[in-house]
């Protein structure tokens, strides 16, 4: 039921700017996007989620495509803690199923 | 802020064994998600509720059942465990708002032997 695609790992340096893909090209037009992250052995942690504009808030910025099907989850500057598997989810009302996300691994 | 509350956080059972893991969620959230998540392996699905009644079924086995309280709570049944139980188990809580988002316990850690 997952409906998205990452790309299984990206690596970034520490305190630059991550920008983190996901595509969702069968999204229906009450889908929500959400982003996860998950760090070992801990519950997965909501860090933002749009419908159609773009979102910003303390953890991070979320790019919308124009057509929903395609959004980018920006890191402004990333740091060690940020290392972890970043999750985009489609939620509509109480579907929310995990696909593959993204390890994110950065470097200092 | 509160959070949601998983008990126990480790539980170790013998195969064919029982075992019951509780949720407690986030005061005024009225859905209850349940995830399983192997070693290496993303989080899977299990079942939802929505006040007290069963909204979603994932790959939930057939040996495990889950209720939602009347108090929200959520209590997840496993019975005749085997080996491949062993996971971490997660259960969610959030609004029925189609686009409030999910906030996750710290997980309870299942090893069976």
């Known amino acids: 039921d997952a409906k998205t695609t990452q790309p299984n790992s990206m690596e970034s340096n520490e305190e630059e700017p991550v920008h983190l893909p996901c595509n969702h090209s069968?999204?229906?037009?009450?889908?929500?996007i959400h982003w996860y992250r998950q760090l070992p052995s801990q519950g997965p942690e909501y860090v933002i989620h749009?419908?159609?504009s773009n979102v910003n808030n303390r953890m991070a910025s979320l790019a919308i495509a124009e057509d929903r099907k395609s959004s980018t989850l920006i890191l402004h500057r990333a740091t060690l803690r940020d290392a972890a598997v970043y999750y985009c989810?489609?939620?509509?009302?109480?579907?929310?199923?995990f696909g593959s996300g993204t390890k994110l691994n950065v470097k200092p | 802020a509160a959070g949601v509350i998983q008990s126990p956080r480790h539980l170790i059972k013998e195969k064919r064994e029982t075992a019951t893991l509780k949720c407690y969620p986030i005061?005024?959230?009225?859905?209850v998600y349940w995830y399983q998540q192997g070693p290496g392996q993303d989080p899977q699905f299990l079942i939802s509720?929505?006040?007290?009644?069963?909204?979603d079924k994932g790959s939930i086995p057939d040996r495990f059942s889950a209720q939602q309280f009347s108090d929200y709570h959520s209590e997840l049944n496993m019975s005749s465990l085997e080996l491949g139980d062993s996971a971490l188990y997660f259960c969610?809580?959030?609004?029925?708002?189609?686009?409030?988002?999910?906030?996750f316990g710290n997980g309870t850690r299942l090893t069976v032997t």
């Open positions: 749009g419908l159609t």
């Open positions: 509720f929505y006040e007290k009644m069963q909204s």
């Open positions: 069968t999204i229906s037009g009450t889908d929500y």
């Open positions: 969610a809580s959030s609004a029925r708002d189609r686009d409030s988002p999910l906030h």
């Open positions: 989810i489609l939620k509509n009302f109480n579907k929310f199923y």
């Open positions: 005061p005024r959230h009225d859905t």
